[in-house]
């Protein structure tokens, strides 16, 4: 079974500046998917990035990047010039790519983006 | 993306009553999703609603509990049966295409008392 595990509860980071939320997973399949949701508190599940696991190139998409290590697996997400509106819950999820739309999340991570 | 519109928004509900939950999305798709946020915790699946055919149920969750219909390839539900305080919760559905990836819906909190 896979599992998902992120080890920080709560984490601060003044705005501006850089953050880094870490996940690691535990799977024995090859292809799959990993994404990073945001969770502000109205509840809405944005998706914040998604990385395919056969590629090698980690994912970016504008002030949010991951560091993808496979060999490992981590997928941790970076968020640079971090903005008040970031603050939220921030969940990583695994989905096997013989399973489409099956998600298994991790545990969160709540992200206070301080002024 | 596909956009999903997910009612009622919020409900407080009495112990031993029934509540049923509604996502109607704006495209057809195949595989629709229904998960439960506990309070301060991460979204666990509780099913997965294929057109034509019964809810296929995760570990823990069951059909008499948790009873979900698909008519057709654009609308669910999901009906919370003789709930308890242990019921209060966030109740999503989700749905995943080939053409928009993964989507959420706004989320239904629940509180029963």
């Known amino acids: 079974a896979q599992t998902v595990t992120q080890s920080q509860p709560e984490m601060s980071v003044q705005e501006a500046e850089t953050v880094t939320l870490s996940c690691t997973y535990d799977?024995?399949?090859?292809?799959?998917?990993l994404f990073w949701y945001k969770q502000p508190p109205s509840r809405q599940m944005i998706l914040v990035i998604r990385?395919?696991?056969?590629?090698?190139q980690n994912a970016t998409e504008n002030r949010f990047s991951v560091n993808f290590q496979k060999a490992a697996k981590s997928f941790s997400l970076k968020i640079s010039d971090s903005q008040l509106g970031d603050t939220a819950m921030y969940f990583c999820?695994?989905?096997?790519?013989?399973?489409?739309?099956?998600?298994?999340f991790g545990q969160g991570t709540t992200l206070q983006v301080k002024p | 993306s596909a956009v999903i519109s997910q009612k009622p928004s919020r409900d407080i509900c009495q112990r031993g009553t029934s509540l049923t939950i509604q996502c109607q999305v704006d495209?057809?798709?195949?595989?629709m999703f229904w998960y439960r946020q506990q309070p301060g915790q991460s979204l666990t699946l509780i099913a997965t609603?294929?057109?034509?055919?019964?809810?296929?149920?995760e570990s823990g969750f069951v059909i008499d509990k948790f009873p979900i219909s698909r008519p057709n390839l654009t609308f669910s539900t999901l009906t919370v049966s003789n709930m308890s305080p242990e019921d209060s919760s966030i109740y999503l559905c989700?749905?995943?295409?080939?053409?928009?990836?993964?989507?959420f819906g706004s989320g239904t909190r629940l509180t029963v008392v």
């Open positions: 989700s749905v995943v295409s080939s053409i928009y990836g993964y989507t």
């Open positions: 799977t024995s399949e090859n292809n799959y998917y």
């Open positions: 990385q395919e696991a056969y590629k090698q």
């Open positions: 999820a695994f989905m096997k790519q013989s399973n489409t739309g099956k998600l298994i």
């Open positions: 495209s057809q798709v195949t595989m």
């Open positions: 609603a294929n057109q034509g055919s019964e809810a296929t149920y």
